[in-house]
């Protein structure tokens, strides 16, 4: 360790207990630590590095006010939009598991100003004054959270800028950073003081009702909606004249939506039909909501008007042909109609005239109005188009227009992590010509992985029905360290390969890292507790425990399944929690992660850390009734486990008793110095003023310690 790191550990640890690990960033050069270009080799804490000290930025805002706490306002207050605002950039992101907000982890990310040519030395952070920002108050507002003025990085995302300026403001989203901007690692910070930071603007839906037209008995209403709460797809229920008329999940393909809005995704859209009677009325849609709050209303229109209509509820790609099923009804009669099938230049009449009794409950027309028909289909992109054919005057109505693409494979990757000396991939492929498993190939720098999709995938069965369901696959991909490119085919069996995803991916090598979650004297011991990964190794590695110089190894093979949830490829066994005995006093303590493969040891942290001294308590009970005069309350000496005396002074006459009673709330705050460290005692008192003094008696090195001095008439 360098003499300038070994001061900044020293000073740290020795302001610990009076400053945050934010409060003494801001106050020292060692934020020029948090952002390193290696987001494994982090010196801070992530836990405590969002921590907050009165700090208002010049303003005159009370210290309890929200823009004295340390912590950046959200983007949604000052813009209206939960998302960085234009011409900044995403400088890192942590995260807190078990807010409530989210079905899973909240990601909170950092978005800062730029430094527009402006150099920053060795810290990384240019002033404000490169990108013309002020700091100050959100909108000027003692009741928001400060904006512009925090000079800090996790350092996680857009790496490839060594510069950035101050934070502006935060997202706040139940989506992970790396599918907003594909330029965020996976190398996850942590700060469980944020976990209720809240604004009613980060949560609500967003959406359009793009249009709304009549199709003879009902309306066709298409647009998109999503929550701010999940990038899953949302329901989006309707109304007609006030009264319900059906809901439809908003699960369709909009590409437009995915790139105006990064990490959504694109699968938001709806293109639905209701019953609608004669004549004219309000049909209005609104976004259901997933999180807090309320529903959205999209919009209202007003219609009249008769033509067929009906939904294609799916289109399935087979060996040269394709599988179209759904629903049509010409609002002129009750019977079946007709349902014209184009593809490849070639229209394939069918009858509308299957059971579809979910229809009839629907719109009372009668229960024959399905439809399912495979046609033949030529290779290659084709577009399918299915008409509604009119039985009266008027045209027939378009009622779905898709593209597929005919005799090559298709698939998904669903997700990609990082595993030792490599990637972990996990996805499905299928050729449409064949229902047995396929090959799929993957690609990273230069270097070929094949593995034949056969795993079970259950969920392909609703979406591809007569492809079988071994169509899985899961597999680590060899990889150079660093950012590398993975591209992964599909391979044909009788044509082309199909690219079916190329990711940018973060292969992770070299030290090891973590994190101390907990550090906490206990009666002539420290507890240490954390977890720490190896990138180079799937199993537990050793941490070594230094009190003053003198080590205690660990190994990190407790279950962390938060830890595996964010690096499935790892495992969850990475936590540590041991007891160290040490003697009495002020006590460094430092935590290293053990290098198993290329790299060095890595710090996790150091504090000072005080262990035994003066004993403490409360006085919780002081009362007098019927003359005896009663006192409750509890007493713990932290150099050991076991109940001590208190002594009461009632004037001047003192009386021992030992703090032997059961207090679970004591324990609960004071763990490993168990219960048994209540009192509670009565006296017999004369009428008259008393002075009522409580003391805890010292144990070890240390000394008495008045708990309470308090003045009462009997």
């Not at 003494?24 to 494994?40: E, H, K, L, M």
């Not at 909170?108 to 013309?132: F, L």
């Not at 597999?475 to 190329?502: E, F, M, T």
């Amino acid at each position: 360790m360098s003499p300038s790191a070994q001061l900044v550990e020293k000073v740290s640890g020795a302001l610990a207990s009076r400053f945050s690990r934010r409060g003494f960033f801001a106050r020292s050069a060692v934020v020029g630590s948090a952002i390193a270009a290696n987001p494994v080799t982090y010196a801070l804490t992530p836990t405590d590095a969002y921590a907050a000290v009165c700090g208002c930025s010049g303003s005159n805002c009370d210290c309890g006010a929200l823009c004295c706490d340390g912590y950046t306002e959200f983007c949604c207050t000052l813009t209206g939009n939960n998302q960085c605002p234009p011409g900044s950039l995403l400088g890192g992101w942590w995260k807190v598991d078990g807010s409530g907000f989210c079905n899973g982890p909240r990601y909170y990310m950092d978005c800062n100003a730029p430094c527009n040519g402006c150099g920053c030395g060795a810290n990384g952070i240019c002033s404000g004054g490169c990108s013309g920002t002020n700091c100050g108050c959100g909108l000027g507002d003692c009741n928001n959270r400060k904006a512009g003025c925090v000079n800090f990085r996790y350092g996680q995302c857009n790496q490839q800028v060594a510069c950035i300026g101050p934070i502006l403001c935060r997202v706040v989203t139940c989506i992970a950073p790396w599918e907003i901007d594909a330029t965020c690692t996976t190398t996850a910070r942590y700060d469980a003081a944020t976990a209720y930071h809240d604004r009613p603007c980060l949560h609500g839906q967003v959406g359009n009702l793009d249009s709304v037209q009549e199709v003879g008995g009902g309306v066709r209403l298409q647009g998109w909606a999503f929550d701010w709460d999940t990038n899953q797809p949302v329901s989006v229920r309707f109304s007609v004249d006030g009264q319900p008329a059906g809901s439809v999940v908003a699960n369709g393909s909009r590409p437009d939506v995915g790139s105006s809005y990064p990490g959504q995704g694109a699968s938001h859209g709806f293109d639905t039909v209701i019953p609608v009677p004669g004549g004219s009325h309000t049909v209005c849609a609104a976004v259901v909501n997933t999180g807090p709050g309320g529903d959205s209303l999209l919009g209202c229109r007003t219609v009249v008007g008769r033509s067929p209509f009906g939904v294609l509820d799916s289109i399935t790609v087979g060996q040269g042909s394709v599988t179209v099923a759904g629903w049509a009804i010409d609002p002129d009669t009750n019977g079946p109609i007709q349902v014209h099938v184009y593809v490849g230049g070639k229209g394939y009449p069918l009858v509308a005239d299957q059971p579809r009794p979910d229809v009839d409950a629907a719109l009372h027309r009668g229960p024959d109005h399905g439809f399912r028909a495979t046609v033949p289909a030529p290779p290659g992109v084709q577009k399918v188009d299915v008409y509604g054919i009119n039985v009266a005057a008027g045209g027939n109505v378009l009622l779905a227009s898709r593209t597929v693409e005919i005799g090559s494979p298709f698939g998904h990757v669903d997700r990609i992590d990082p595993a030792p000396g490599g990637v972990r991939v996990q996805g499905w492929a299928i050729d449409p010509d064949t229902t047995g498993p396929i090959q799929v190939h993957l690609y990273v720098a230069g270097r070929g992985t094949a593995v034949v999709a056969d795993r079970p995938r259950a969920d392909l069965a609703g979406s591809y029905p007569g492809a079988g369901t071994d169509h899985g696959f899961d597999v680590v991909v060899p990889a150079p360290p660093g950012r590398q490119v993975l591209d992964v085919y599909a391979i044909n069996d009788s044509g082309p390969n199909k690219l079916i995803a190329s990711r940018a991916v973060e292969v992770l090598s070299g030290s090891p890292f973590g994190s101390i979650d907990l550090m906490r004297a206990g009666p002539g011991s420290v507890r240490v507790a954390g977890w720490v990964l190896d990138p180079d190794a799937a199993g537990p590695i050793q941490v070594h425990v230094y009190v003053d110089s003198i080590g205690t190894p660990v190994v990190a093979d407790r279950p962390r399944p938060d830890v595996g949830a964010a690096y499935p490829g790892y495992g969850p066994v990475h936590g540590f929690d041991a007891t160290i005995p040490v003697a009495a006093g002020w006590r460094q303590v430092c935590a290293y992660a053990i290098d198993v493969g290329p790299g060095e040891n890595r710090l996790l942290g150091c504090r000072m850390v005080l262990v035994g001294g003066d004993p403490f308590g409360a006085l919780d009970v002081l009362r007098v009734q019927g003359g005896q005069l009663t006192v409750a309350g509890w007493a713990i000496d932290p150099d050991t486990a076991e109940p001590i005396d208190v002594h009461v002074y009632v004037d001047s006459s003192g009386r021992s008793v030992r703090a032997d009673a059961p207090r679970s709330d004591v324990a609960a705050a004071y763990p490993g110095y168990g219960t048994n460290h209540g009192f509670e005692a009565s006296f017999p008192v004369s009428s008259g003023s008393h002075q009522v003094c409580v003391y805890a008696i010292d144990r070890g090195l240390g000394e008495n310690r008045l708990l309470a001095c308090r003045t009462i008439s009997a």
